[in-house]
Protein backbone atom coordinates (compact mmCIF):
# COMPACT_ATOMS: atom_id res chain seq x y z
CA UNK A 1 0.00 0.00 0.00
CA UNK A 2 1.47 3.47 -1.11
CA UNK A 3 1.80 5.76 1.83
CA UNK A 4 3.05 9.13 0.20
CA UNK A 5 1.48 11.68 -2.01
CA UNK A 6 2.24 10.93 -5.95
CA UNK A 7 2.38 13.49 -8.75
CA UNK A 8 -0.45 11.55 -10.03
CA UNK A 9 -2.31 11.90 -7.43
CA UNK A 10 -2.35 15.36 -7.73
CA UNK A 11 -4.13 15.24 -11.15
CA UNK A 12 -7.13 13.86 -9.22
CA UNK A 13 -7.33 16.41 -6.47
CA UNK A 14 -5.84 19.03 -8.49
CA UNK A 15 -7.36 21.60 -5.49
CA UNK A 16 -4.90 20.56 -3.03
CA UNK A 17 -2.17 23.13 -2.47
CA UNK A 18 0.40 20.52 -3.57
CA UNK A 19 -1.10 20.35 -7.20
CA UNK A 20 -1.11 24.92 -7.51
CA UNK A 21 2.60 24.10 -5.85
CA UNK A 22 3.79 21.90 -8.80
CA UNK A 23 2.22 24.77 -11.31
CA UNK A 24 4.39 27.21 -9.35
CA UNK A 25 7.38 24.89 -9.50
CA UNK A 26 7.22 25.21 -13.12
CA UNK A 27 6.78 28.67 -13.29
CA UNK A 28 3.15 27.93 -14.46
CA UNK A 29 0.90 30.97 -14.35
CA UNK A 30 -2.99 31.79 -15.10
CA UNK A 31 -2.15 34.82 -16.75
CA UNK A 32 -0.39 35.32 -20.13
CA UNK A 33 -1.18 31.49 -21.27
CA UNK A 34 -2.61 32.77 -24.46
CA UNK A 35 0.41 33.85 -25.87
CA UNK A 36 2.29 30.50 -26.05
CA UNK A 37 0.84 27.41 -28.06
CA UNK A 38 1.40 25.24 -25.01
CA UNK A 39 -0.73 27.66 -23.19
CA UNK A 40 -3.47 28.02 -25.86
CA UNK A 41 -3.71 24.40 -26.08
CA UNK A 42 -4.18 24.15 -22.18
CA UNK A 43 -6.95 26.88 -22.74
CA UNK A 44 -7.96 24.72 -25.37
CA UNK A 45 -8.48 21.88 -23.43
CA UNK A 46 -9.82 23.81 -20.62
CA UNK A 47 -13.13 25.35 -22.33
CA UNK A 48 -13.42 21.47 -23.50
CA UNK A 49 -13.41 20.66 -19.86
CA UNK A 50 -16.36 23.59 -19.69
CA UNK A 51 -18.26 22.10 -22.56
CA UNK A 52 -18.03 18.36 -21.10
CA UNK A 53 -19.44 19.28 -17.90
CA UNK A 54 -22.52 20.96 -19.86
CA UNK A 55 -23.11 17.84 -21.40
CA UNK A 56 -24.24 16.53 -18.25
CA UNK A 57 -20.94 14.30 -18.20
CA UNK A 58 -19.45 12.98 -14.68
CA UNK A 59 -16.22 12.42 -15.83
CA UNK A 60 -14.16 14.68 -17.69
CA UNK A 61 -11.07 12.19 -19.29
CA UNK A 62 -7.89 12.83 -18.53
CA UNK A 63 -4.86 12.27 -20.09
CA UNK A 64 -2.82 9.61 -19.58
CA UNK A 65 0.54 10.93 -18.50
CA UNK A 66 0.75 14.96 -18.55
CA UNK A 67 -0.32 15.48 -14.68
CA UNK A 68 0.94 19.21 -15.55
CA UNK A 69 -2.09 19.93 -17.87
CA UNK A 70 -4.44 18.08 -15.73
CA UNK A 71 -3.98 20.42 -12.95
CA UNK A 72 -3.68 23.64 -14.98
CA UNK A 73 -7.19 22.62 -17.43
CA UNK A 74 -8.58 22.22 -13.96
CA UNK A 75 -7.95 25.59 -12.39
CA UNK A 76 -8.60 27.07 -16.22
CA UNK A 77 -11.98 25.79 -16.58
CA UNK A 78 -12.74 27.22 -12.86
CA UNK A 79 -11.34 31.01 -14.98
CA UNK A 80 -13.47 30.19 -17.86
CA UNK A 81 -16.69 29.13 -16.16
CA UNK A 82 -16.29 32.18 -13.90
CA UNK A 83 -15.29 34.74 -16.48
CA UNK A 84 -18.77 33.40 -18.68
CA UNK A 85 -20.63 34.34 -15.35
CA UNK A 86 -23.47 31.84 -16.06
CA UNK A 87 -24.49 30.39 -13.24
CA UNK A 88 -25.52 26.93 -14.70
CA UNK A 89 -22.05 26.62 -16.40
CA UNK A 90 -20.48 26.90 -12.58
CA UNK A 91 -22.91 24.45 -11.43
CA UNK A 92 -22.12 21.77 -13.95
CA UNK A 93 -18.37 22.40 -13.36
CA UNK A 94 -18.97 21.72 -10.33
CA UNK A 95 -20.79 18.76 -10.42
CA UNK A 96 -18.60 17.08 -12.92
CA UNK A 97 -15.89 17.76 -10.87
CA UNK A 98 -17.06 16.87 -7.63
CA UNK A 99 -18.23 13.44 -8.72
CA UNK A 100 -14.64 12.79 -10.80
CA UNK A 101 -13.14 13.77 -7.26
CA UNK A 102 -15.58 11.36 -5.76
CA UNK A 103 -14.94 8.26 -7.55
CA UNK A 104 -11.22 8.50 -7.03
CA UNK A 105 -11.72 9.13 -3.19
CA UNK A 106 -14.25 6.26 -3.42
CA UNK A 107 -11.83 3.71 -4.74
CA UNK A 108 -8.97 5.33 -2.84
CA UNK A 109 -6.39 2.88 -0.98
CA UNK A 110 -3.65 5.39 -0.28
CA UNK A 111 -4.42 6.33 3.73
CA UNK A 112 -2.19 9.31 3.62
CA UNK A 113 -3.96 10.78 0.31
CA UNK A 114 -7.20 10.14 1.96
CA UNK A 115 -6.40 11.66 5.22
CA UNK A 116 -4.72 14.46 3.28
CA UNK A 117 -7.48 15.10 0.59
CA UNK A 118 -10.48 15.24 3.84
CA UNK A 119 -7.88 17.81 5.51
CA UNK A 120 -8.42 19.88 2.92
CA UNK A 121 -12.18 19.29 2.48
CA UNK A 122 -12.94 20.01 6.15
CA UNK A 123 -14.36 16.19 5.98
CA UNK A 124 -14.25 13.69 8.85
CA UNK A 125 -14.49 10.14 8.43
CA UNK A 126 -17.25 8.99 10.19
CA UNK A 127 -17.72 5.71 12.14
CA UNK A 128 -21.42 5.04 11.77
CA UNK A 129 -22.52 8.35 13.45
CA UNK A 130 -22.05 12.05 13.17
CA UNK A 131 -22.67 15.16 15.76
CA UNK A 132 -25.63 16.75 15.47
CA UNK A 133 -24.18 19.79 14.26
CA UNK A 134 -21.82 18.44 11.83
CA UNK A 135 -24.95 16.38 10.19
CA UNK A 136 -27.12 19.18 10.12
CA UNK A 137 -24.45 21.14 8.11
CA UNK A 138 -23.52 18.03 5.63
CA UNK A 139 -27.56 17.25 4.78
CA UNK A 140 -28.59 20.48 4.49
CA UNK A 141 -28.53 20.03 0.17
CA UNK A 142 -29.67 17.12 0.24
CA UNK A 143 -33.12 17.19 -0.98
CA UNK A 144 -34.72 13.74 0.25
CA UNK A 145 -36.73 13.75 3.08
CA UNK A 146 -35.11 10.61 4.95
CA UNK A 147 -32.17 13.16 5.42
CA UNK A 148 -34.08 15.52 7.57
CA UNK A 149 -33.00 15.91 11.45
CA UNK A 150 -36.98 14.80 12.22
CA UNK A 151 -36.62 11.36 10.34
CA UNK A 152 -33.04 10.56 11.58
CA UNK A 153 -32.34 8.52 14.79
CA UNK A 154 -30.47 10.64 17.02
CA UNK A 155 -29.06 9.25 20.16
CA UNK A 156 -26.83 11.08 22.74
CA UNK A 157 -26.40 14.00 20.35
CA UNK A 158 -25.11 12.29 17.59
CA UNK A 159 -26.87 11.06 14.63
CA UNK A 160 -26.69 7.29 13.18
CA UNK A 161 -25.43 7.48 9.03
CA UNK A 162 -24.53 4.08 7.22
CA UNK A 163 -21.77 3.82 5.17
CA UNK A 164 -23.65 4.34 2.08
CA UNK A 165 -25.40 7.64 3.93
CA UNK A 166 -21.98 9.02 5.00
CA UNK A 167 -20.66 8.45 0.61
CA UNK A 168 -23.60 10.76 -0.15
CA UNK A 169 -22.92 13.39 2.57
CA UNK A 170 -18.45 12.97 1.55
CA UNK A 171 -20.27 13.73 -2.64
CA UNK A 172 -22.25 16.56 -1.41
CA UNK A 173 -19.61 18.38 0.69
CA UNK A 174 -16.63 17.86 -2.05
CA UNK A 175 -19.56 19.50 -4.59
CA UNK A 176 -20.51 22.18 -1.93
CA UNK A 177 -16.94 23.09 -1.05
CA UNK A 178 -15.87 23.25 -5.31
CA UNK A 179 -18.76 25.53 -5.85
CA UNK A 180 -18.31 27.94 -2.80
CA UNK A 181 -15.45 29.41 -4.40
CA UNK A 182 -16.96 30.18 -7.52
CA UNK A 183 -17.15 32.51 -9.56
CA UNK A 184 -13.94 33.51 -8.88
CA UNK A 185 -12.87 37.25 -8.59
CA UNK A 186 -11.76 37.27 -12.40
CA UNK A 187 -9.42 39.91 -13.03
CA UNK A 188 -10.38 42.67 -15.81
CA UNK A 189 -7.02 41.85 -18.02
CA UNK A 190 -7.55 37.90 -17.80
CA UNK A 191 -11.02 38.14 -18.52
CA UNK A 192 -9.82 40.11 -21.95
CA UNK A 193 -6.99 37.49 -22.81
CA UNK A 194 -9.80 34.66 -22.46
CA UNK A 195 -12.45 35.53 -23.91
CA UNK A 196 -12.31 33.61 -27.18
CA UNK A 197 -12.41 30.63 -24.90
CA UNK A 198 -15.15 31.96 -22.56
CA UNK A 199 -17.10 33.22 -25.58
CA UNK A 200 -16.69 29.74 -27.09
CA UNK A 201 -18.36 28.38 -23.57
CA UNK A 202 -21.27 30.92 -24.16
CA UNK A 203 -21.81 29.90 -27.72
CA UNK A 204 -22.18 25.79 -26.31
CA UNK A 205 -24.66 27.39 -23.30
CA UNK A 206 -27.03 28.87 -26.40
CA UNK A 207 -26.75 26.11 -28.28
CA UNK A 208 -27.67 23.31 -25.52
CA UNK A 209 -30.37 25.41 -24.66
CA UNK A 210 -31.30 25.84 -28.19
CA UNK A 211 -31.49 22.00 -28.33
CA UNK A 212 -33.24 22.32 -24.72
CA UNK A 213 -36.23 24.55 -25.86
CA UNK A 214 -35.68 25.36 -29.76
CA UNK A 215 -36.42 28.28 -31.38
CA UNK A 216 -38.21 31.29 -28.64
CA UNK A 217 -41.03 31.07 -29.42
CA UNK A 218 -42.85 34.00 -27.79
CA UNK A 219 -46.09 33.45 -28.54
CA UNK A 220 -45.58 29.71 -25.99
CA UNK A 221 -44.69 32.02 -22.72
CA UNK A 222 -46.80 31.39 -20.29
CA UNK A 223 -49.29 34.02 -19.03
CA UNK A 224 -47.03 35.52 -15.65
CA UNK A 225 -44.15 36.32 -18.78
CA UNK A 226 -46.44 37.99 -21.10
CA UNK A 227 -47.82 40.07 -18.32
CA UNK A 228 -44.54 40.50 -17.10
CA UNK A 229 -43.53 41.51 -20.52
CA UNK A 230 -46.20 43.86 -21.48
CA UNK A 231 -45.89 45.92 -17.94
CA UNK A 232 -41.94 46.55 -18.56
CA UNK A 233 -43.16 47.70 -21.92
CA UNK A 234 -45.79 50.01 -20.21
CA UNK A 235 -43.08 51.77 -18.35
CA UNK A 236 -43.99 49.81 -15.18
CA UNK A 237 -41.52 49.79 -12.37
CA UNK A 238 -41.27 45.98 -11.34
CA UNK A 239 -40.65 44.55 -8.14
CA UNK A 240 -37.43 42.39 -7.56
CA UNK A 241 -39.34 39.50 -7.98
CA UNK A 242 -41.40 40.16 -11.12
CA UNK A 243 -37.99 41.37 -12.69
CA UNK A 244 -35.91 38.37 -11.44
CA UNK A 245 -38.25 36.09 -12.93
CA UNK A 246 -38.49 37.65 -16.12
CA UNK A 247 -34.86 38.05 -16.81
CA UNK A 248 -34.33 34.26 -15.43
CA UNK A 249 -37.44 32.84 -17.61
CA UNK A 250 -35.81 34.99 -21.22
CA UNK A 251 -32.27 33.45 -20.15
CA UNK A 252 -33.67 30.01 -19.71
CA UNK A 253 -35.00 29.93 -22.63
CA UNK A 254 -31.83 30.53 -24.73
CA UNK A 255 -31.68 34.61 -24.84
CA UNK A 256 -28.83 36.41 -23.86
CA UNK A 257 -27.70 39.35 -21.84
CA UNK A 258 -28.37 41.64 -24.78
CA UNK A 259 -31.60 40.17 -25.92
CA UNK A 260 -32.98 39.92 -22.64
CA UNK A 261 -31.77 43.82 -21.88
CA UNK A 262 -33.41 44.54 -25.13
CA UNK A 263 -36.94 43.75 -23.97
CA UNK A 264 -36.21 46.10 -21.01
CA UNK A 265 -35.75 48.39 -23.79
CA UNK A 266 -39.44 48.26 -25.03
CA UNK A 267 -40.00 50.11 -21.82
CA UNK A 268 -40.42 54.40 -22.18
CA UNK A 269 -38.32 54.95 -19.11
CA UNK A 270 -35.55 52.46 -20.78
CA UNK A 271 -31.89 53.32 -18.90
CA UNK A 272 -29.14 51.51 -20.42
CA UNK A 273 -26.53 51.43 -17.81
CA UNK A 274 -28.69 50.74 -14.84
CA UNK A 275 -30.32 47.70 -17.04
CA UNK A 276 -27.26 46.26 -18.44
CA UNK A 277 -26.01 46.65 -13.99
CA UNK A 278 -29.43 44.32 -13.10
CA UNK A 279 -29.92 41.88 -15.92
CA UNK A 280 -26.34 41.04 -15.58
CA UNK A 281 -26.40 41.05 -12.22
CA UNK A 282 -29.72 38.51 -12.11
CA UNK A 283 -28.10 36.07 -14.66
CA UNK A 284 -24.42 36.05 -12.83
CA UNK A 285 -26.03 35.70 -9.82
CA UNK A 286 -29.17 33.49 -10.15
CA UNK A 287 -30.32 31.22 -12.77
CA UNK A 288 -33.52 29.40 -12.26
CA UNK A 289 -36.75 30.98 -13.04
CA UNK A 290 -38.75 30.37 -9.90
CA UNK A 291 -41.25 27.75 -9.37
CA UNK A 292 -45.12 28.57 -10.04
CA UNK A 293 -45.78 28.29 -5.79
CA UNK A 294 -43.07 30.26 -5.67
CA UNK A 295 -44.30 32.95 -8.63
CA UNK A 296 -47.16 32.64 -6.61
CA UNK A 297 -45.91 33.65 -2.98
CA UNK A 298 -44.64 36.70 -4.83
CA UNK A 299 -47.77 38.10 -6.99
CA UNK A 300 -46.73 37.15 -10.07
CA UNK A 301 -48.52 34.38 -11.02
CA UNK A 302 -51.16 36.49 -13.45
CA UNK A 303 -53.94 35.57 -16.20
CA UNK A 304 -53.58 31.59 -15.60
CA UNK A 305 -55.27 29.65 -18.40
CA UNK A 306 -56.23 26.14 -18.36
CA UNK A 307 -52.48 25.24 -19.42
CA UNK A 308 -51.30 26.81 -16.23
CA UNK A 309 -53.36 23.58 -14.32
CA UNK A 310 -51.48 20.99 -15.34
CA UNK A 311 -48.37 22.58 -14.83
CA UNK A 312 -45.83 23.42 -11.66
CA UNK A 313 -42.98 25.61 -13.12
CA UNK A 314 -43.07 27.76 -16.03
CA UNK A 315 -40.41 26.42 -17.92
CA UNK A 316 -42.87 23.22 -18.19
CA UNK A 317 -45.30 25.74 -20.08
CA UNK A 318 -43.54 26.81 -21.91
CA UNK A 319 -42.00 23.07 -22.95
CA UNK A 320 -45.62 22.34 -22.94
CA UNK A 321 -47.37 24.96 -25.08
CA UNK A 322 -44.71 24.72 -27.72
CA UNK A 323 -45.32 21.03 -28.51
CA UNK A 324 -48.89 22.17 -28.61
CA UNK A 325 -48.25 24.89 -31.22
CA UNK A 326 -46.09 22.90 -33.42
CA UNK A 327 -48.49 20.32 -33.37
CA UNK A 328 -51.59 22.87 -34.84
CA UNK A 329 -48.84 23.84 -36.78
CA UNK A 330 -48.65 20.83 -38.62
CA UNK A 331 -52.02 19.63 -38.52
CA UNK A 332 -52.52 23.13 -40.46
CA UNK A 333 -50.25 22.40 -43.02
CA UNK A 334 -51.11 19.21 -43.29
CA UNK A 335 -55.09 20.93 -44.24
CA UNK A 336 -54.06 23.28 -46.65
CA UNK A 337 -52.08 21.08 -48.21
CA UNK A 338 -54.79 18.83 -48.62
CA UNK A 339 -56.96 21.14 -49.68
CA UNK A 340 -54.99 22.64 -52.66
CA UNK A 341 -54.21 18.63 -53.71
CA UNK A 342 -58.15 18.54 -54.06
CA UNK A 343 -58.35 22.23 -55.62
CA UNK A 344 -55.35 20.45 -57.91
CA UNK A 345 -57.66 17.70 -59.00
CA UNK A 346 -61.24 19.20 -59.16
CA UNK A 347 -60.35 22.79 -60.50
CA UNK A 348 -64.09 23.00 -61.33
CA UNK A 349 -65.29 21.62 -57.50
CA UNK A 350 -65.57 25.12 -56.39
CA UNK A 351 -66.88 27.19 -59.53
CA UNK A 352 -70.13 28.05 -60.26
CA UNK A 353 -71.94 26.08 -62.83
CA UNK A 354 -72.36 27.18 -66.20
S1 LIG B 1 -49.43 28.96 -13.00
FE1 LIG B 1 -47.24 29.12 -13.37
S2 LIG B 1 -47.08 29.38 -15.57
FE2 LIG B 1 -49.18 29.83 -15.06
S3 LIG B 1 -49.24 32.04 -14.77
FE3 LIG B 1 -48.88 31.12 -12.76
S4 LIG B 1 -46.68 31.09 -12.54
FE4 LIG B 1 -47.09 31.43 -14.69
Same mark, same amino acid.
Given at each position: ????????????? @?????????????????????????????? =?????????????????????????? =???????????????K?K???????????????????????????????????????????????????????????????????????????????????????????????P???????????? @?????????? %??????????? =???????????????????????????F???????????????????????????? =????? %??DHILTNEY???????????????????????????????????????????????????????????????????
Amino acid at each position: MRTSVEKRDLAHY @PFLPEAQGLLASRGIKVAGLSGSKIGCSYL =DRAAERVITALDGKTVYPESEDDVVS =DIITYVLARVLASASKDKRTMDRLCRMEASRVYAYFHAEENELLKKRVCEELGLELGDGALPVIRYVELASRVRDAKWRLINRDVENGFVSVSSDEMDVLIAERIRAILSSGLPLDIPESIAKEYL @PWSDKILSAV %QERTLVEFGAI =DESAYPPCIQALISAAAAGVNLTHSGRFSMTAFLHNVGMNAEQVAGIFARSPDYNP =DMTNY %QVDHILTNEYTTPSCATMLTHGVCVNKDRLCESVSHPLNYYRSKKKMLEKMRIKDEALAKKAETSAEENPDAGSPGP
